[in-house]
Structures are given as C-alpha cells and as structure tokens.
C-alpha cells in the first residue's frame, strides 16, 4: 500500500491522550500538482482558509501534515496564523518551500492550536519517513473512526502503469459538501492543474457528497488530491483520462463507502435512491430528507419496515409531488403503488429486506427525470453513546 | 376541566391491544363556529383531507371524533370513504347532520382504517357522554405519549365571562407545521368564522409551529378550535379580541410546551433564540438547522456545553452570515464573541447552563432584525428505543 514518489511518517505529539498517534505526515519527492475540495460549511477552520489560497493559486505541494485532535476551527486570525507557523518550522525541518506544505486540522472545535508542541515534535519526523508508511498515516488522522480507511490500484495508461492510492478519515458529522471528513488521494501519474481539478470535482459530487451518516457538515473537511508525476506518465488521450477518472472514482468510491459503513455506531448502509424526480435537485432534496429523518433511522436500527416514516419524510421534503403516483420499493419487494400500500405486500417480505446488513429503498416519482443516491445509515444507541460522550 | 356546552367520552374499540383507550368523541350542545390548522405533509391522511373539506365551507361541527391505533393515511380514495362511513354512522347515533361532524385518526400510517370495528363501538357513545370527560378524552388520544396534556383558562369580557380549554397528544414527530399533534381548543365564547380562523393561525405560528422534537412532519396533524357560544358572549371590541387572542396563545403556548416536554425520550427542553438575522426567515432556518443536529442533540443529551458543533450547524444552515460577528450565549454565559471562543469563558460555566432541566442558547448574528425561537429536546437513548421498536 502506498504510491511511488511519496514516503509517511506518524508520531504522537500530545494532542490526544496516551501515546495515541495524533500527526500525519504525507512528503512528495517532486512538488505535486494539487487539486482539492473544500467544506461548505460559513465557518470554515484556519486550514481550509489557508489551503484555499494556496489551491487558488495553484500551488504546487510537497508537504502534508495533518493533526486529529483539534480543529482549529472558529480561531479566527490567530488560528490561520498559527497555520502559517507550522509551515514554516516545518519547511526548515524538510527543507521544502514554506508555501508548499499543507495542512489540515480534525477534531475538537474553538480550542487554539498549541503549535508549540506539535512543532517541538517535528524534527522527529525527517528519520520516521517510509514508503510503506500510508496505513500508519490512516490510522493517526482518525478521531471517532473504528477503523482505518485505505485504498489503492494501478491503472494502465497509454503511457504506461501508472498509481493511486487514498486514505481517509471520517465517522459522524458525515454529510454532503465535504463534513468531518478528511481525505488524500496521491498518484504518481502527470496531470496539470486544471484537469486534475475537474476530475476531483466530478469525482467527488459523486462519491464522498453522496454519503451522509447525521446530516452534521464541518468546519474542516477536506479531499486532497496529489499528482506528482513521478512516473512519467501522462494523461495523453482521452482514454487515458478516462481510465484515470474511473480508477479515481473507485478509489473515491471505496472510502466514501468505509466511511460510511464506520459510521458512529451504524449497524446499517442504506442506500436511498430517488427515481424519475421534476429534476436532480428535487431528488436530492427527497433523499437526504429521507436519510436525515430520525424516524426513518431509528426504523432501519430497529429492523422496522415501517414504510409509513419513509412516506411521511417524502411528504415533508418540500419537493411538490403527486401522491397518487409515488412508488416505493425495498430492494426488490414493492411496498407501495400509486400511493398506497401495494395489495400483495407482506410485512414479513418488508422485514425480511430489513434485517440485512446493507439494502436499498427506490422512490420513484413517475415525474420526470431526475434522479439522485444517498448512502446512509440508521441511529443506533452506540450513536448515541459516542455523541453525548465525545468530550468526556 | 371542561367547557360549558361541551361533553365528551371514550372507549376501547379494539384498535390498540389490551383494552387501552382508543376512541375520544367530543359533542357540543350547539353546533360550533369551527377554525383549524392542518399538516403541510404532502401526503394529508383521509381524515385531513375531508377536514379540510369541511372547513372551506364554514361547516359549523357538532361532533369530533378521534381515534389512536391507526392513522388513515396513504390509504387513498377508501381512505376519505371510510371517514364519510364514520361520519355517517355516527351521524345517526348522535342525531347530528354527518356533514357536521369532524374526524381525526393518529397511529400507523398504512393500514386500512377498521371501519366496522369503529362503527360497532359507536352506538355506547351517548351513554358514555359526561361535561367532566375531558381528561379522559386526552388519555383516549395518546400514541407514544408518556402524559395526557390538559389546559384551561376563563376570560372576562366586557360581555362576561367565556372559558376555553384544550387537549392535546404528540410525543414524536413533531415539527412545525402540524406534525403527529392533534389539538383541540374548545370555548363557549361566540366569534364568527373567518375572526376565529384568523386568530387560530396566528396563535398557532407562535406556539405549535415553534416546537420541534425530531423534525419529522406527519401525515395527520391538526389543531381544531371550536366556539360555540353557548356563554352568549361575543369579541363585542378590540379589547375582547386581546383578551380572546391572549387566553387562546396561553392554552396553546402551554399545550405546546407539554409536547415538547414530552417528547420521545426527552431529558432536556432548549430554546433556540435567533436574533439579528437579516430576516425572520433566515433566523427560523438557523433555529430548525440547530435544533435538528444530531450532534447538538446529542452533546445536549450528554450535558456537554460542545457550542463547536453549535458553531458547524449554524455553518450549514445555508443562511449568509459573517462567522467574524457572531455571538452566542448559553443562557447569560457568553461562550461566543466576533466568531470565536470569549476570552473569559469558561468551560465550568457552560457545563452548569447544560445540566439544567432547560435552558437557552442565544446565537446573536448582528445582521439585521429578524428574530425566531423554537423550542426543542434533546436526542436521549430513549428516543432512539422508543423509535425502534415502536411497532413490535
């Protein structure tokens, strides 16, 4: 696991308790191209201030450093400040240029960084640098996480065989527009800015923004993607570029899904999948509706096929329908037709769909062509626990 | 408790187990000026659908019938058919004219209303009828609710004195905009048609619709005020009208409260105070955005004064703001100031606002002077087993 031309280094800097690991540290031989998404969420951490203006520039970057147990979030001047001093004592430790190190933060809100001990943690790293090191990484950036998040292929190009691998962190506060989540996609494959950009875009409104676990968006969240080139392959026809997307997509699409299925005490991944809507956006309005109604999750949790919760959320989205025409599959099993409950559905089919550990419900509207998938979760007691006890 | 010119009275039917209550029958002696408030579900259940019938044409109502156990809703044409068959039955017990009697139902969405098992119950309702049934009535309507929800007042006049009492149920699914709550209001003070209406929506805009438990919008709710004046007393000036409307808003406001103390699991009752939003509607977004966090809910739950996710939530409320001029107050601790933690807060502080039974959390955006409040609970284990095993 990991990607020619970049080498990882963890260590535990006093940010979390014990000895749990708490820094990540990500170096690219080359300065790569960067492309990135950001959290829509008004108030956005010092990082994602900083990172912004280094990407509108774009900045290549050969450093990476990424803390979890504190955010750095609604720290105004000082936290953006107290960004730009950790690129510079770590430029000096790795000898790279100050504005081409990036940094992202994850954990508790409105604390000020203590920059001075993670900086006195730093000249540690330059000896704990290694190739193999990407699951190491995976494991520092996690907060609430279970587990670890990684992935990677090889993709054959025109140009040769070239790498992407991915690793990511994220639990709750999981919803569309980037929530906590952190993400770093590298390749060693050679694509320019703007490409790697577009990619990263269309890649990401269709993975890591169509998961949602509590519909809670973050200050913080982040999908990195790195392409330093190193081996010398290029995206040099549209068949490469497409390869290149497709495998992006998988890797994207593999943690997006781990991230999921690791939400905070989920026991469940339901995809909700909206058909045949006025348009995209109505259908995307049905479905989170739909994956953020605590009804709904606490009938997934209970293994309920109480689809009356799944109509009552579709009739609240604020979407203008026609409830004599709505149909409402679980998995296979239709529940309801034309609005109402199919005459020769059973209970024990509807409960059947429901005690499986994955499973899908299909709304389609008969209106139109719209159509959008969301993959959620139930609410679980563990969600609960987690949530009420985060701080203690 | 009760309202001269008013009877009521319960009964098992069989629609819930064991021989819990579950038909409530309100009769007024003279037929009642009637105004209500519905849901704005897209899928209205039966009975809302032929209310709603009955209140575009000024149907002065006898008779109000509720049932728990079973919602009549998404159950289509034989859905509104099974009310008119009810209406008609009971028409003929009670001798009031079926136009003039007014059907609510609450409990599972889905399944075929049992008319017959109804209609058979119906004819050992007038010797049940008692001035004094009122409690009795509010016990018949309950669902998940854990305590019937009672209130009276008498108002003087300048035409003399009128009283007004009111009943109502809901526990979950409560949200703005008539969610699973049924409410009745019953005075004998005389007031025509169209002032009646008038004065309901306002009062309900400041009280029902301010409530949130979950932010799931059910199928069925409604508020129904009946006047039928039987105390000969009418709104004879401006000055009665006041009195009316302020008696009406005090039933109500306390009804609404009782919901919400009520909610499913609930341990705490916050407010949710915009102020100095650009305008009502983005202070009412931002209220309903925090109050719905699971994560806010949750950290309520677990008395952790985290305002971080206070902070997300208000991030991604989709509402235009300056991060760099917001204040937020737990109760009159100030734990926010321009956008970032106060100098002088301390954690101590907050965590005493958290461990009370209710409290408020001010969020202050210095943008304008547009103002809500929404009452709402926190997200317990409680809610989250009453939820999932609510049908089993």
């Known amino acids: 696991m990991g990607c020619p031309g970049y080498r990882f280094a963890v260590l535990h800097c006093g940010l979390k308790k014990g000895d749990q690991l708490d820094l990540a540290l990500i170096v690219s031989e080359k300065p790569a191209v960067a492309a990135a998404v950001f959290t829509t969420n008004k108030f956005p951490a010092a990082p994602v201030i900083y990172g912004r203006r280094q990407l509108a520039v774009a900045m290549p970057i050969s450093a990476v450093l990424v803390n979890s147990g504190n955010a750095n979030a609604c720290t105004g001047d000082q936290g953006v400040a107290d960004v730009k001093q950790l690129a510079k004592e770590l430029s000096s430790v790795l000898s790279v240029p100050e504005e081409q190190i990036f940094i992202s933060s994850t954990g508790v809100i409105g604390e000020p960084l203590p920059v001075d001990m993670i900086a006195a943690s730093l000249p540690r790293f330059p000896d704990l640098l290694s ?91 982040t999908v990195l993607l790195l392409a330093n080139g190193v081996s010398g392959c290029s995206l040099a026809c549209d068949a490469d570029a497409k390869v290149f997307e497709a495998g ?91 609005g109402q409950r199919c005459p020769d559905y059973r209970e024990a089919d509807g409960a059947r769909v429901f005690r499986q550990d994955s499973f899908t419900i299909t709304i389609d509207l008969h209106a139109g062509d719209g159509s959008f998938s969301l993959l959620t979760t139930d609410l679980s007691h563990e969600y609960v626990s987690i949530n009420a006890d985060y701080r203690t």
Chains 1, 2 share one sequence.
């Open 131 to 221: 190739a193999s090191g990407l699951p190491a990484a995976a494991t520092a950036i996690m907060t609430t996480d279970s587990q670890s998040k990684t992935c990677s292929v090889s993709l054959q190009l025109s140009t040769g065989v070239v790498h992407l691998c991915g690793f990511a962190k994220g639990a709750g506060m999981i919803e569309p527009n980037m929530a906590t989540m952190l993400a770093y996609l590298l390749t060693d494959a050679a694509i320019d800015c703007s490409r790697l950009q577009e990619i990263l875009k269309r890649v990401v409104d269709k993975t890591f923004n169509r998961i949602s676990v509590d519909g809670d968006t973050s200050t913080n969240d």
């Open 248 to 338: 992006l997509y998988q890797v994207a699409d593999e943690l997006s899904r781990m991230i999921v299925k690791d939400g905070e005490g989920a026991t469940k991944m339901v995809e909700i999948l909206v058909k045949n809507a006025p348009d995209r956006q109505a259908a995307e309005k049905i479905s989170r509706t739909i994956a953020h109604s605590l009804l709904v999750k606490t009938a997934f949790y209970g293994e309920d096929a109480n689809w009356g919760r799944i109509i009552a959320a579709l009739g609240y989205a604020g979407v203008d329908l026609d409830p004599g025409r709505v149909d409402i599959w679980l998995d296979r099993i239709q529940v309801v037709a034309d």
